[in-house]
C-alpha cells in the first residue's frame, strides 16, 4: 500500500514440547535456518533464529498486514513438519503450545541481536525457565507460573 511506513521488531520465544533438550547440534543450524525461512515466506523480515536444545529465540521486523500469531503459526507448524519429515529424531518432534512475542524499538536492534547470538553462553549457567520468567517481568507481563510451562506427564 502507498504512504504505508513501518518499523516494528518483535522477539519471539517457544520451547520445543516439555522442554526437552533435544535440539541436537548436527541439524540445528538448519533448524534455524528454516525457521527463518519461514518467518521471510510470510513477508516479515528474518534478523536473528538461534536458541539451545530446549528452545528458540527469533527476531524479525515485523509487516503491517500480518500478524504475529500467523507468523508463529506458520514458522512453528512448518518447522516442526521439517523436523519430521527430515527423520532427526526416532520420535515425533513437536514444539510447546504458545509463545511469547516482546516488541523493540530501533535501538535495540544491536542488543536483541547480540543477545540471541549468545544463547549458548547465556544457558551455560541459566536455566530457559530462569531466562523466560526474568523476560516476562522485565516486560511487565503478568503470568501465573503454573501456566508457563507444559511438565511432562
Known amino acids: 500500500m502507498a504512504n504505508t511506513y513501518h518499523q516494528m ?15 541436537q547440534s548436527v541439524w540445528k543450524k538448519d533448524l534455524f535456518s528454516v525457521i527463518g ?6 513477508g516479515c523480515k528474518t534478523l536473528i533464529v538461534n536458541g539451545v536444545e530446549d528452545h528458540v529465540h527469533c527476531f524479525f521486523g515485523l509487516k503491517p498486514s500480518v500478524s504475529i500469531s500467523d507468523v508463529m503459526k506458520n514458522a512453528k507448524a512448518k518447522s516442526s ?12 518432534f513437536e514444539w510447546q503450545e504458545g509463545y511469547s512475542a516482546f516488541s523493540y524499538s530501533r535501538s535495540h536492534i544491536d542488543a536483541v541481536h547480540k543477545y540471541i547470538q549468545n544463547q549458548e ?6 536455566t530457559f525457565k530462569e531466562e523466560y520468567v ?9 503470568f501465573d507460573e503454573k501456566y508457563i510451562f507444559t511438565d511432562l506427564i
Open 37 to 42: 525461512n519461514l518467518i521471510n515466506e510470510t
Open 9 to 23: 521488531y518483535i522477539q519471539t520465544v517457544f520451547a520445543v514440547n516439555y522442554r526437552e533438550a533435544i535440539i
Open 81 to 92: 513438519k521439517w523436523v519430521n519429515e527430515s527423520s532427526l529424531l526416532p520420535h515425533r
Open 121 to 126: 553462553k547465556h544457558h551455560s549457567n541459566r
Open 134 to 142: 526474568d523476560m516476562l517481568a522485565k516486560f511487565e507481563v503478568t
